[in-house]
């Protein structure tokens, strides 16, 4: 048996997981999440699921910058010394996926691996790719194949903490249920619906726009904010994911496994 390691590194929390490289795709043998903070947590984690199986190969999506890369290549060096890391970049072209951006480099490499992990999982059809994390990313993908663009706006949490860090009289909400309606009746409530609902928009009007068949949501935050959309009026599917990130790093060692 031969192991992959993916690892997303997002500005918030470092996922990743551990493959079989014969396994469907997104089947993990095993996977954990940290906060930037947890570099010794996550040394703990990989030590115990390399023990069972040592990667040969590590493909990373890191938009977390120079020092949380430092950090990864730190403990792979250390656990996983066979292993080939490659660091995932935003090229204009890969899995069959082509990169729209004027700038294809520019791209967030995050954002290419979640639109090739999408296309994996719905193959020729026209997407839209919503990544609920530190930031929103919401874009679109082709049914024939291209990565067209997209939004870039604050999460969730950032949008509720820049009203909270920015007036003197809002409080810092916890993420929570969605308010039954959207005229609250009390402060919390009313900030939930309003960070929500610019979520929420945001998706669906680009959905309606791209005249997408199919959104697929992930993310921390897509907990709270899929059960919100509404699929355009011509119809369309919702498909929440836990990673689609991950499963887009997936999906490109096993469409290069063998070709290399
Ligand atoms: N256990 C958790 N730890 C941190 N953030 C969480 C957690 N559960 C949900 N969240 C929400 O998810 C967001 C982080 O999601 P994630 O997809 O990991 O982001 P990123 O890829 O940017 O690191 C946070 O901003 C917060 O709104
Ligand atoms: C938009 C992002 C900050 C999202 O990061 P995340 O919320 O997943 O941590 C990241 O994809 C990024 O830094 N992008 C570069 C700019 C761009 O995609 O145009
Ligand atoms: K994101």
Same mark, same amino acid.
């Given at each position: 048996?031969?192991?992959?390691?993916?690892?997303?590194?997002?500005?918030?929390?470092?996922?990743?997981?551990?493959?079989?490289?014969?396994?469907? #795709?997104?089947?993990?043998?095993?996977?954990?999440?940290?906060?930037?903070?947890?570099?010794?947590? #996550?040394?703990?984690?990989?030590?115990?699921?390399?023990?069972?199986?040592?990667?040969?190969?590590?493909?990373?999506?890191?938009?977390?910058?120079?020092?949380?890369?430092?950090? !990864?290549?730190? #403990?792979?060096?250390?656990? &996983?010394?066979?292993?080939?890391?490659?660091?995932?970049?935003?090229?204009?072209?890969?899995?069959?996926?082509?990169?729209?951006?004027?700038?294809?480099?520019?791209?967030?490499?995050?954002?290419?691996?979640?639109?090739?992990?999408?296309?994996? #999982? &719905?193959?020729?059809?026209?997407?839209?790719?919503?990544?609920?994390?530190?930031?929103?990313?919401?874009?679109?993908?082709?049914?024939?194949?291209?990565?067209?663009?997209?939004?870039?706006?604050?999460?969730?949490?950032?949008?509720?903490?820049?009203?909270?860090?920015?007036?003197?009289?809002?409080?810092?909400?916890?993420?929570?249920?969605?308010?039954?309606?959207?005229?609250?009746?009390?402060?919390?409530?009313?900030?939930?619906?309003?960070?929500?609902?610019?979520?929420?928009?945001?998706?669906?009007?680009?959905?309606?726009?791209?005249? &997408?068949?199919?959104?697929?949501?992930?993310?921390?935050?897509? &907990?709270?904010?899929?059960?919100?959309?509404?699929?355009?009026?011509?119809?369309?599917?919702?498909?929440?994911?836990?990673?689609?990130?991950?499963?887009?790093?997936?999906?490109? !060692?096993?469409?290069?496994?063998?070709?290399?």
């Amino acid at each position: 048996m031969t192991a992959w390691l993916l690892v997303d590194a997002g500005n918030t929390r470092i996922k990743w997981a551990l493959a079989d490289a014969g396994a469907p #795709l997104a089947s993990w043998l095993a996977e954990g999440a940290v906060l930037h903070a947890g570099a010794g947590e #996550l040394a703990a984690q990989w030590r115990a699921a390399f023990g069972a199986l040592a990667p040969a190969r590590v493909l990373v999506a890191n938009v977390a910058g120079a020092a949380v890369r430092e950090a !990864l290549a730190g #403990l792979l060096a250390g656990l &996983a010394p066979q292993a080939t890391v490659e660091w995932f970049a935003s090229t204009p072209r890969r899995a069959g996926l082509a990169n729209g951006y004027r700038n294809p480099t520019q791209l967030g490499c995050d954002r290419f691996a979640a639109a090739i992990g999408a296309r994996a #999982l &719905a193959p020729g059809r026209q997407l839209i790719v919503a990544n609920c994390g530190t930031a929103t990313t919401v874009d679109g993908v082709s049914a024939a194949g291209v990565f067209v663009g997209g939004m870039i706006l604050p999460g969730l949490g950032l949008m509720a903490s820049a009203l909270a860090r920015n007036t003197a009289q809002l409080p810092q909400v916890a993420p929570g249920a969605v308010p039954s309606s959207p005229f609250a009746d009390n402060t919390d409530d009313a900030i939930l619906a309003g960070i929500l609902s610019a979520q929420a928009g945001a998706i669906e009007r680009a959905w309606r726009r791209h005249g &997408a068949v199919e959104c697929i949501i992930s993310g921390g935050a897509a &907990a709270y904010i899929a059960p919100m959309l509404a699929p355009p009026p011509g119809g369309g599917a919702l498909r929440h994911v836990d990673n689609i990130v991950m499963i887009g790093l997936h999906a490109v !060692l096993r469409a290069e496994d063998g070709m290399c």
